[in-house]
T-cell receptor, first 111, second 114 residues
Framework: GENVEQHPSTLSVQEGDSAVIKCTYSDSASNYFPWYKQELGKRPQLIIDIRSNVGEKKDQRIAVTLNKTAKHFSLHITETQPEDSAVYFCAAIYGNNRLAFGKGNQVVVIP | KAGVTQTPRYLIKTRGQQVTLSCSPISGHRSVSWYQQTPGQGLQFLFEYFSETQRNKGNFPGRFSGRQFSNSRSEMNVSTLELGDSALYLC?????????????FGNGTRLTVT
């Protein structure tokens, strides 16, 4: 079935340190993996995505890596800042063109 | 360019009632998806509409239904409300639902069932 799991559920980091969130998925046919950031009381917003023909993608302080063999992908945030505090959702597209989301990770950046 | 607009922002209903939520997608977007967000459960897919047709449906009971109009605006209806239906309902639009273009979310409608 459509199953996307995120670890850890909550992550606290000191400002300036790196944060890593890992997601696993179950459908080997999945080929699109976006990450959304949702600040408190706001809408989820796409921050980065990766397709299955690429192993890594970077955008300034954010990067995503994909391991298709192990069926997991990770979000890396370097030099964390207070504004990075939010809930991060990973997602994977399944064969029926449905986007399945993980339950979210609360990231807290401690100043 | 205006974003995805959802109305109303907040709703309070009692058990047994029905409710209709509205979503206006970004201009030019023809695909509209609906999600239910509850604490600890993330975003649960409800359904997706494209060109007035339901193209995909999640694992929700038949009390949850939707439709899409010719201008791509979409409505979601929940009948015979239950306490467990209390949630943030998010609508998202994209050009064609193929994920070749990003999914854009609205601010959501927060439904409280008492």
């Amino acid at each position: 079935g459509e199953n996307v799991e995120q670890h850890p559920s909550t992550l606290s980091v000191q400002e300036g340190d790196s944060a890593v969130i890992k997601c696993t998925y179950s459908d080997s046919a999945s080929n699109y993996f976006p990450w959304y950031k949702q600040e408190l009381g706001k809408r989820p917003q796409l921050i980065i995505d990766i397709r299955s023909n690429v192993g890594e993608k970077k955008d300034q302080r954010i990067a995503v890596t994909l391991n298709k063999t192990a069926k997991h992908f990770s979000l890396h945030i370097t030099e964390t800042q207070p504004e990075d505090s939010a809930v991060y959702f990973c997602a994977a597209i399944y064969g029926n063109n449905r986007l399945a989301f993980g339950k979210g990770n609360q990231v807290v950046v401690i100043p | 360019k205006a974003g995805v607009t959802q109305t109303p922002r907040y709703l309070i209903k009692t058990r047994g009632q029905q409710v209709t939520l509205s979503c206006s997608p970004i201009s030019g977007h023809r695909s509209v998806s609906w999600y239910q967000q509850t604490p600890g459960q993330g975003l649960q897919f409800l359904f997706e509409y494209f060109s007035e047709t339901q193209r995909n449906k999640g694992n929700f009971p038949g009390r949850f239904s939707g439709r899409q109009f010719s201008n791509s605006r979409s409505e979601m209806n929940v009948s015979t409300l239950e306490l467990g239906d209390s949630a943030l309902y998010l609508c998202a639009s994209s050009r064609d639902g193929s994920y070749n273009s990003p999914l854009h979310f609205g601010n959501g409608t927060r439904l409280t069932v008492t």
